[in-house]
């Protein structure tokens, strides 16, 4: 559909399709970008001359080791060298919404764990081809309503600035996870359904820019750049490494239906096809990675987790948006996860590691609180004092 879309691909699943058939799916969305989140020697190898580009994932238990370079060579040797220049490896995503988790042993390893991957691309000659970034939950905003108001933390901003100064002095992008369905599915009954599916609607204006928006992705990007600009990096690329809407959810997970989650991401990738900007950047093509490519159906969590694919696991679309399956017919793997079988043996996801990092954490382990997006729609512009605050 678009030259321009990003997918997401988990494999917290025991009845998925082999990587060989997921080649064509990938396809048949118009995806020219995948985002792993590690480095699946089946994954790479399958696209391997598909002129896919990929983003690899680094998880948050390798952090500590990371720190050490040998090891970090060694990681990018075996998991990123023995893989170009076939399969089209573009960037190396060490770890997922850190900052966010409060540990400070593991934030205090994010950035040198970043550093010693970057060595080791030098060290390689491969740092001109492939780049080294993080991606972050939202709720490292502390302000982002309006968005032009956009700020981080401050509890963060010692950990944000230095890798900030990171990624621009190597040329990486921004990486942000973001997620308006969470602002839909806290208060229902006073934020517009329209306005986070990017239906028709009046939209809001930004008092403090006067730019207007007519959806909540975009705002939150804005106040992403908003916040980078504050800190002196009004030029650095952002990357939205995911969004997406559930179509299926437990009963207060209002929202959560096919219906809903073929606007959202329907809508979202003509918006993508369209190479429109956000009003703050309108001449900067979006960078989006839809999450995701397939229901996981071992991902811990409300059932809204385990229904963000696109993709049935037999292949199937999981709602209609305008492209067909493959109808594949048997997993990748064996187990008991209420999945098919199939016989192309284990998948090393069958037993995550509580809490890991590894981009498998429920998404709702991130929820932003979108209460200030909540009376927008009933209180004129002029009577908002307060910013929208973004946490947990």
């Known amino acids: 559909m678009a030259a321009a879309v990003g997918i997401n691909y988990g494999q917290i699943a025991n009845n998925l399709p082999s990587p060989e058939h997921v080649v064509p799916l990938v396809k048949a969305i118009g995806a020219t970008r995948v985002k792993l989140y590690d480095a699946d020697s089946k994954v790479l190898k399958a696209f391997a001359n598909t002129g896919v580009e990929f983003i690899v994932g680094l998880g948050n238990e390798y952090l500590s080791k990371m720190t ?12 990123v060298q023995a893989y170009l220049p076939a399969t089209k490896i573009t960037s190396i995503a060490v770890g997922n919404e850190v900052l966010t988790f409060n540990d400070t042993s593991l934030s205090g390893c994010l950035l040198p764990a970043m550093q010693s991957v970057h060595t080791a691309l030098v060290n390689l000659k491969l740092d001109s081809q492939v780049t080294v970034t993080t991606a972050h939950s939202v709720a490292i905003l502390q302000n982002s309503y309006p968005p032009s108001s956009g700020t981080f933390r401050q ?3 010692g950990c944000i600035s230095p890798i900030l100064d990171f990624l621009s002095k190597t040329c990486s992008p921004f990486l942000i996870n973001a997620y308006p369905f969470f602002a839909y599915k806290a208060n229902p009954k006073q934020v517009a359904l329209d306005f986070v599916l990017f239906q028709p609607n009046a939209g809001i204006v930004d008092p403090g820019s006067n730019l207007h928006y007519d959806n909540m992705l975009f705002a939150q990007i804005d106040a992403v750049y908003a916040a980078l600009g504050r800190l002196g990096y009004k030029k650095m ?4 490494s995911e969004t997406g809407w559930p179509s299926k959810g437990d009963e207060d997970e209002l929202g959560a239906s096919p219906d809903n989650a073929k606007k959202y991401n329907g809508n979202l990738l003509k918006i993508i096809s369209q190479k429109k900007g956000t009003p703050a950047r309108p001449n900067v093509d979006l960078n989006i990675f839809v999450f995701a490519m397939f229901n996981e159906n071992l991902k811990p969590g409300p059932t809204s987790e385990r229904n963000y694919g696109l993709f049935k696991p037999d292949g199937t679309p999981a709602y209609g948006l305008g492209f067909s399956g493959i109808g594949v017919s048997s997993g990748n793997t064996t187990g008991t996860g209420g999945g098919n079988s199939g016989t192309n043996g284990p998948s090393i996801y069958l037993s995550p590691p509580a809490n ?4 498998y954490l429920a998404i709702s382990s991130s929820t932003v609180s979108f209460l200030r997006w909540l009376s927008m729609f009933s209180v004129p512009f002029a009577k908002l004092r307060l910013s929208w ?3 947990e």
């Open 68 to 79: 050490d370079p040998a090891n970090a060579q060694q990681w990018v040797k075996s998991n």
């Open 155 to 157: 509890d963060l901003k």
């Open 237 to 240: 690329p952002v990357q939205i």
């Open 356 to 359: 890991s990092s590894s981009g």
């Open 389 to 391: 605050t973004v946490g």
